[in-house]
């Protein structure tokens, strides 16, 4: 049974990702989003939709959903720089 956890826990070593790793994303991440966000611009029609009885341009919705997903990327890597922060003065 000893031999099942010590995969298991190579295994769960293997999905964690390091700082550093993280941090080399987030640049690309943001550009992709970037690059989402001009493609729904020039792709969608300017038509409106009444959204809670205002008319508002449709290629705005999919453009507030992208804003909030690049959002959540921003302080999720925020969080982590405070976590590991956090480790790096405890040791």
């Known amino acids: 049974m000893s031999e099942d956890q010590g995969r298991l826990k190579r ?4 999905l ?3 700082g ?3 941090d080399k994303r987030f640049p ?3 550009l992709l989003y970037a690059a989402l966000a001009v493609l729904v611009w020039f792709t969608m029609d300017a038509g409106k939709v009444l959204v809670m009885g205002r008319p ?3 290629r705005w919705i999919p453009l507030i959903i992208i804003g909030g997903l690049a ?3 921003v302080l999720a890597r925020s ?3 405070i976590r590991r922060g956090g480790e790096k003065s405890s040791s």
């Open 16 to 18: 964690k990702r390091s």
């Open 71 to 73: 959002l959540r990327t």
């Open 11 to 14: 295994s769960g070593a293997d």
């Open 56 to 58: 508002v341009e449709i």
């Open 79 to 81: 969080a982590d720089r």
């Open 20 to 22: 550093t790793d993280l």
């Open 28 to 30: 690309v991440a943001l």
